[in-house]
């Protein structure tokens, strides 16, 4: 048995039976339907630029159709590292039981879905709005296959915990949506429904795959899985910097606005903030994540201030 409590009563074929039983496809979601350009497509709170004064209500209009972008945009390209970084889990035993094996091919195959669906999200807002949104990551592949790349360079057990993180945060996206339901459109809040229910399978993979990485591992070397979890951070937030520009880029065309530099710094200031707190810090403080960083190393949770 694994000497993780956060890791107890999970199995890998009751994951599976979950996933069968919850799967759903991408036209399911979308039923031929658009989005509603004419109000608030995600949560006030997703975008917090309430408070910047020299913004009028059209331009917030604008801002929250520009997070609806983001927040698909940057999913579809971060995700794109699970399939690979899952199909190497299963290769690293690959008489294992076959349960495990049909979790991992089936949670790689949900997050190529996943794509599917956030990219078709990504040209339906498009299409709802009447313009195009600045995206971090090129038609081309360039810039995905080089996070990628570096995202695969880190040990098994860092990129196991940072899904983990990630996957968590999706639940409370959801939840948020829900709860902000007046201000969410009904088509983002069911795509975000369906990514979680998907989601909420894998964090259990994550979970079980982490305890048993964990159980081969030294205490210094489960340490040192958290320096690599920030220095993934520091490379996330490089990229949330250039997203929430693009937001403003995006805001300034559309709307044929200026803004002068102390207006601009402020914009950029609460864009970041408001994207990081959406793509990372929603899943890092979420409270089961950190018992799990806790009971793994309670060394590496304090690096990530979860002491
Ligand atoms: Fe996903
Ligand atoms: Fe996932």
């Not at 039976?17 to 995600?42: G, L």
């Not at 360079?153 to 949506?177: C, K, N």
């Not at 993979?205 to 591992?217: G, N, Q, R, S, V």
């Not at 489960?222 to 880029?249: H, K, N, P, S």
């Amino acid at each position: 048995m694994t000497p993780y409590t956060f890791a107890r009563g999970l199995a890998y074929a009751n994951v599976v039976a979950a996933s069968e039983r919850v799967a759903w496809t991408v036209d399911d979601v979308f039923e031929r339907r658009r989005f509603d350009a004419s109000a608030a497509i995600v949560p006030a709170s997703w975008v917090g630029a309430d408070g910047l004064p020299f913004l009028e209500a059209e331009d917030r209009l604008v801002l929250n159709h520009c997070r609806a972008f983001s927040y698909v945009h940057l999913l579809r390209n971060f995700e794109e590292f699970a399939p690979p970084h899952l199909a190497g889990a299963a290769a690293d035993r690959w008489h294992d039981e076959r349960a495990r094996l049909r979790a991992l091919f089936r949670f790689a195959d949900e997050e190529m879905k996943h794509q599917q669906l956030f990219l078709r999200a990504e040209r339906a807002l498009e299409e709802s709005c009447g313009w195009t949104f600045g995206g971090w990551f090129d038609d081309d592949g360039l810039r995905v296959a080089e996070v990628t790349r570096a995202l695969l360079d880190h040990s098994p057990l860092a990129r196991f915990l940072v899904v983990l993180a990630l996957e968590w945060g999706t639940q409370r996206h959801y939840v948020e949506s829900v709860r902000g339901a007046h201000e969410t459109d009904p088509l983002y809040a069911d795509l975000l429904r369906a990514h979680w229910v998907e989601e909420a399978q894998h964090v259990k993979i994550d979970t079980l795959e982490i305890a048993a990485l964990a159980e081969t591992m030294s205490a210094a070397e489960r340490a040192a899985a958290f320096d690599e979890l920030l220095a993934i951070g520091d490379l996330v937030d490089g990229v949330l910097v250039e997203q929430a520009r693009l937001e403003i880029a995006t805001l300034a065309v559309v709307r044929g606005r200026r803004f002068s530099d102390v207006q601009r710094a402020a914009l950029e200031q609460a864009l970041h903030g408001s994207l990081g707190a959406i793509m990372s810090g929603v899943g890092l403080s979420h409270p089961t994540f950190a018992a799990v960083a806790r009971e793994l190393s309670p060394e590496g949770a304090a690096k990530l201030g979860l002491a």
